[in-house]
């Protein structure tokens, strides 16, 4: 039974990503970021080094993600200090899964919150003038 669930709940994670916007789909990548950064400090917790090692993988991913989603012609010193934040970010993550630091982990959670909550706070009639740089 839980399988699907599982099976069902990546299904509409995916449907919704399709349906979103580029604002929508920045707040779904901060908001998956974090919750892997809190899952692997679970994982340190429980001794399993293998999701651990998993989550922060996928949470340097997101990281590069988004920071290959600045545009910074248009966002200047926004965008490259964003861009330091998330190397910075990367590096540390590297760090706590080699350290199993959860203190570490909590630092970058709290770097991070501060720019998740920025984003959340564009107004509704901005988020649909987001846009992404074109690859």
Same mark, same amino acid.
Not at 14 to 28: C, D, F, G, I, R
Not at 36 to 42: F, L
Not at 93 to 99: D, I, Q, R, S
Not at 101 to 111: G, N, R, S
């Given at each position: 039974m839980a399988h699907i669930s599982v099976k069902?709940?990546?299904?509409?994670?995916?449907? #919704?990503? @399709?349906?979103?916007?580029?604002?929508?789909?920045?707040?779904?990548?901060?908001? =998956?970021?974090?919750?892997?950064? #809190?899952?692997? =400090?679970?994982?340190? %917790?429980?001794?399993?080094?293998?999701?651990?090692?998993? $989550?922060?993988? @996928? #949470?340097?991913? &997101? &990281?590069?993600? $988004?920071?290959?989603?600045?545009?910074?012609? %248009?966002?200047? +010193? &926004?965008?490259?200090?964003?861009? +330091?934040?998330?190397?910075?970010?990367?590096?540390?993550?590297v760090e706590a899964n080699t350290n199993n /630091? !959860?203190?570490?982990? +909590? !630092?970058?959670? %709290?770097?991070?919150?501060?720019?998740?909550?920025?984003? +959340?706070? &564009?107004? @509704?009639? !901005? %988020? /649909?003038?987001?846009?992404? !740089?074109?690859?």
């Amino acid at each position: 039974m839980a399988h699907i669930s599982v099976k069902k709940y990546q299904q509409t994670t995916v449907s #919704a990503a @399709k349906e979103a916007n580029p604002y929508q789909l920045v707040a779904m990548l901060f908001q =998956k970021l974090l919750g892997n950064i #809190a899952s692997a =400090k679970g994982a340190i %917790q429980q001794k399993d080094h293998a999701k651990k090692g998993d $989550l922060l993988s @996928k #949470a340097i991913t &997101i &990281i590069g993600v $988004l920071q290959g989603s600045l545009d910074f012609e %248009q966002g200047g +010193d &926004i965008s490259r200090n964003l861009s +330091d934040l998330y190397i910075f970010c990367s590096d540390k993550l590297v760090e706590a899964n080699t350290n199993n /630091d !959860e203190a570490l982990l +909590d !630092e970058i959670i %709290q770097i991070l919150l501060p720019i998740k909550a920025g984003w +959340d706070s &564009i107004p @509704k009639e !901005e %988020q /649909d003038k987001v846009s992404f !740089e074109s690859a």
